[in-house]
């Protein structure tokens, strides 16, 4: 038990006659309250997830090595998951998210396939392999934000000449949580191209929806934002506006219909740190992974300072102290489970800290 608790609530003495109570208890699968009370309620999130830096030019040629050792169809997704090194086999980067880095080689197809978990995609290498959601095409580039909501089918395709290599994000732990995890293929390995390339971006991200339009899924209907969009629309604000004092500039990916987030599980945001950005230290509920997309810099988490430069990913634990140097103009992609917490009424920040 560490010192946070004991101050909230102090165990009673173990004796031995409560010793043998309780073995009577546990016989009959109860428990004492008062034995685990500080521990299961903590006076402040106490969690498992640890800071943690993966450098990209480390796992890539692991990633590359993996292209050698087995193919797309044998793997059905190949993807190195990044895991939190406070969570150690449990597939997790933080207590309620997963990623990993997925690579797809030149002529593979990762076949078609739905979940109830909601994954989102962030592009941090090579050009022209396409992900499929519910029939439509949409084209991979560097810093690309691509969802593919609970239950939507989707298949991926590398028709280029290079290898493809992107960020998954999926919310795996809260639907485990839940107990609503359902999968199943499709019945062919590819969903036919039914809708034009850009066709979802035209419709609902125009700042316009189709006069008719309602809803059909709680996610955005949009499931590609370019990163040209993202980063032209960041430039602008750098220019225009002062930064935040911890963010700099920072946006968030919204879903037009609503204006709430791009899915109900994952949030996504992205950020601009101007050249010679020294931010305030902040906390937040929400355990944030974090891609860098351009730029270098250093990020404090907690008392231990990570370098920090593009594709490199780290991650800040829910509550931990946060606070971003950037040396020059640098691009932070990231990621969290704020809608949910949101959702249920549980997200807490302090910005900047006092
Ligand atoms: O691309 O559909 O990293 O189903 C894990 C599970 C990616 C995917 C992952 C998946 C996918």
Known sequence: MDGASTTFYTKPTLTAERKEFYGRLAARSAAPL??????IIPPEPRPETVPFLWHY????????????LLTEKEAERRVLILENPGLLGKSRVTGSLYIGLQLILPGEVARCHRHAT???RFVLEGNGAYTAVEGERTQMHPGDFILTPSWTYHDHGNPSDGPMVWLDGLDIPIVNLFDTSFAEHYPGEVQPNTIAYGDSLARYGANMLPVDYSPTRPSSPIFNYPYSRSREALEQLKRNSEPHPSHGIKMRFV???????TMPTIGAFMQLLPSGFSGAAYRQTDATIFVVVEGQGRTRIGDQMYDWRPRDIFVAPSWAPIAHEAQNDAI???LSDR??????GLWREQVPMK
């Open 34 to 39: 008062w034995e685990v009370l500080g521990a």
């Open 57 to 68: 030019d480390d796992l890539r040629p692991l990633l590359m090595e993996a292209g050698h």
């Open 118 to 120: 909601s994954a989102l």
């Open 255 to 261: 879903n037009p219909v609503s204006g709430g987030y």
């Open 332 to 334: 932070v992609f990231s």
């Open 339 to 344: 809608p949910a917490q949101q959702a249920l």
